[in-house]
């Protein structure tokens, strides 16, 4: 899968969706609402996308049981990424969704910011090169 389709993209073994946007929608039906809207205002099939939460459980669970020694060590060492990953998984657990937005720049990350908000969009983050912003 490429970065472009991967809502579980990854750096250094640790949940790292590089250049996205990632928002946590309770329901299922405001999570397709959301990505329709994201649609209409011109965001590619490519490049947003929904997350279900049994799927980003599966994935995760996937991911972390094939992760390397070295990875797997990197959880020892507390990080921003392990706190918003363990928020995700919880929130996963309760039934939200995730919907995904590829937006490297600034004008698509304010468009999508406030197309996810309005939708009911909340511990929305950007995953930029090297810091992940809260929106």
């Known amino acids: 899968m490429t970065e472009a389709k991967n809502p579980l993209s990854t750096a250094l073994g640790t949940y790292y969706p590089k250049h ?24 590619a099939e490519a490049v947003a996308e929904i997350c279900p939460g049994p799927t980003f459980i599966a994935n995760w669970r996937d991911f972390a049981a094939n992760r390397t020694f070295l990875q797997r060590a990197a959880d020892l060492f507390p990080a921003e ?25 600034q004008a698509e990350r ?21 810091t992940i912003t809260d929106l």
Do not use: K, W
Not at 30 to 40: E, F, N, S, V, Y
Not at 110 to 119: F, G, M, V
């Open 81 to 105: 990424e392990q706190a918003a990953v363990e928020e995700y998984l919880a929130e996963a657990e309760r039934g939200a969704s995730f919907v995904t937005v590829h937006a490297p720049g």
């Open 20 to 43: 996205y946007v990632v928002a946590v929608i309770d329901d299922p039906a405001g999570a397709a609402g959301a990505l329709a809207d994201l649609r209409a205002a011109g965001f």
């Open 110 to 130: 304010d468009r999508a910011r406030a197309i996810l908000h309005d939708r009911g969009g909340h511990a929305m983050r950007y995953y930029g090169d090297r």
